[in-house]
T-cell receptor
Framework: DGGITQSPKYLFRKEGQNVTLSCEQN?????MYWYRQDPGQGLRLIYY???????QKGDIAEGYSVSREKKESFPLTVTSAQKNPTAFYLC?????????????FGDGTRLSIL | GQNIDQPTEMTATEGAIVQINCTYQ??????LFWYQQHAGEAPTFLSY????GLEEKGRFSSFLSRSKGYSYLLLKELQMKDSASYLC????????????FGTGTQLKVEL
């Protein structure tokens, strides 16, 4: 079945450690996105990519990094510079960058600090 | 910039009808999305409105008034499984699919 796969489902980070969250899609979508969701809040955009080998910062990019070497993959690294990383991280994709195409979401990764 | 307002919480009774409102301020309008998100799960797409009026999809309908910067999601014949957060989102002024999300409305359906 086509879809978006995020792994791991739960992740724990030690102080000063970088961790990488995986996001893979087999929908042949050009655009991919990373969001952060805190309890009782909406989704905030971290990074997005409209095409392979290109990505842009979203609203809260500080302390995060991404790469888009392959169309189907958009991993997110939470660096030690992100001082408050505990949150629910959601990856999404869409066919392109036109207005009326909904984003499809993965099941999320819940990151906590040890 | 873009600003989206939604009520934080709502409670309704099983079998009833509930209306979840969303107001937005944006310098250029390119449509509005509604998503449903159950706790700890991925958001799922419900509707997209770009023209004024009501669009119906089974028990769920979505309304848009561009002149008022206002949308609502109407849920009929409420079921317990409709307890979830409902998020509205708008694309940016220049178009594209980099959405700005509201904080979501947490709907609780009671017996």
């Amino acid at each position: 079945d086509g879809g978006i796969t995020q792994s791991p489902k739960y992740l724990f980070r030690k102080e000063g450690q970088n961790v990488t969250l995986s996001c893979e899609q087999n929908l042949n979508h050009d655009a991919m996105y990373w969001y952060r969701q805190d309890p009782g809040q909406g989704l905030r955009l971290i990074y997005y990519s409209q095409i392979v080998n290109d990505f842009q910062k979203g609203d809260i990019a500080e302390g995060y990094s991404v790469s888009r070497e392959k169309k189907e993959s958009f991993p997110l690294t939470v660096t030690s510079a992100q001082k408050n990383p505990t949150a629910f991280y959601l990856c999404a994709s869409s066919p392109g960058h036109t207005n009326n195409q909904p984003q499809h979401f993965g099941d999320g990764t819940r990151l906590s600090i040890l | 910039g873009q600003n989206i307002d939604q009520p934080t919480e709502m409670t309704a009774t099983e079998g009833a009808i509930v209306q979840i409102n969303c107001t937005y301020q944006t310098s250029g309008f390119n449509g509005l999305f509604w998503y449903q998100q159950h706790a700890g799960e991925a958001p799922t797409f419900l509707s997209y409105n770009v023209l004024d009026g009501l669009e119906e999809k089974g028990r769920f309908s979505s309304f848009l008034s561009r002149s008022k910067g206002y949308s609502y999601l109407l849920l009929k014949e409420l079921q317990m499984k409709d307890s979830a957060s409902y998020l509205c989102a708008v694309p940016p002024r220049g178009g594209g699919n980099k959405l700005t999300f509201g904080t979501g409305t947490q709907l609780k359906v009671e017996l």
